[in-house]
């Protein structure tokens, strides 16, 4: 009998963690330590996935960074925050993932602060950018601030964030037809009470499989790198329990109005990423082939002109081309393996 896909070590060279967390959350992650407090590299996956996206990736970086690959809480492995009952922000779902970080590697015993990296794909992105903002300062509606990565003992050095806009930016374009088009499933997950009986209905597995090769590129070997190792099909049998619908659809409904007045708050109070950045975004999807400016969108040049890093803080923002899609970490696996090696060794890795 096969092994069930909720126990299931995905990473056979890493080590499978279980970690309660203050959230309520049991965090499954995979993790692998090179020792000498050398800082850690984290993987966050995004909708409608799980980290087994990383596959490709974790064989050209375990041997240069330690890494942390975190199962989201509420996405079927990883059990919710709050014991199924809280609001799935990325604040609150970001701190658990910290919260099992620094357990697995010890790090309030360490004698110095251990640097993290933060990275993810999709909502994954999402949350290290909340996170990397969290770091730079507190803010009245989030006291705990900087103090909640000091009381773990870690710091933020650096984000790499893979095909995403700010949140706010990405609602302000919704008055694009294409951009709506593309993006209809924003609105329809935040509400959640419509949006999951309306999957159940139309059939978990079309919607799983829809939202993988919609966003997918038109490079002929695209869909295939997604669909290797059944991969896709994992994700259709995680999704077909009616609490993981939900709950990624409640990570969807945080991600409206409330994430949004977060960051409309942070943008008055000054509050930027003040950490080394990388952004990678498929070039013909969220680029839509070049009529969106994501760069200047990142920079503040464009759009709403509002400036999400820091004043002379580096920023770096790559546009992959060839026909990748959404999906950069199975479809551009290459091209984002050296690209973040490149950025690692800034830090002297």
Not at 71 to 86: M, Q, R
Not at 93 to 119: E, H, N, Y
């Amino acid at each position: 009998m096969a092994e069930p896909i909720e126990t299931r070590n995905f990473f056979p060279a890493l080590q499978r963690n279980v970690t309660p967390t203050a959230s309520g959350s049991e965090v499954v992650s995979y993790t692998s330590d090179l020792g000498n407090g050398g800082p850690i590299l984290t993987l966050i996956h995004g909708y409608p996935q799980s980290a087994l996206i990383w596959r490709h990736l974790v064989p050209l970086l375990q041997s240069k960074v330690s890494l942390f690959i975190p199962e989201l809480p509420g996405y079927g492995i990883s059990t919710p925050i709050s014991a199924g009952t809280g609001e799935h922000t990325k604040r609150a779902v970001g701190r658990a993932l910290v919260d099992a970080l620094a357990q697995v590697f010890g790090t309030s015993s360490s004698s110095s602060p251990r640097k993290i990296m933060l990275a993810g794909h999709d909502r994954g992105a999402r949350i290290c950018h909340r996170l990397a903002v969290d770091a730079s300062s507190s803010s009245p509606s989030d006291p705990e601030g900087t103090n909640f990565f000091a009381g773990v003992n870690l710091s933020v050095a650096g984000v790499i964030m893979l095909d995403i806009l700010p949140t706010k930016s990405q609602w302000d374009l919704f008055s694009s037809p294409p951009i709506s088009q593309s993006y209809f499933h924003w609105p329809l997950l935040a509400n959640v009470e419509l949006a999951v009986p309306m999957i159940q209905a139309f059939g978990v597995a079309n919607w799983v499989r829809g939202a993988h090769l919609r966003l997918a590129g038109s490079a002929e070997d695209s869909k295939l790198r997604i669909m290797k190792d059944d991969v896709m099909e994992t994700h259709v049998k995680l999704f077909e329990r009616e609490d993981v619908v939900r709950w990624t659809c409640e990570d969807y409904k945080a991600g409206a109005a409330r994430e949004v007045q977060e960051q409309v708050e942070d943008l008055k109070q000054g509050r930027r990423v003040e950490v080394p950045t990388l952004v990678m975004f498929s070039r013909e999807k969220l680029g839509q082939g070049g009529k969106l400016d994501v760069k200047g969108v990142w920079r503040g040049t464009a759009g709403q002109k509002d400036r999400w890093v820091g004043e002379g803080v580096e920023l770096e923002v790559v546009g992959v081309e060839g026909g990748r899609g959404h999906y950069l970490p199975e479809e551009a696996y290459d091209v984002v393996g050296e690209r973040v090696v490149t950025f690692l060794e800034r830090f002297g890795l």
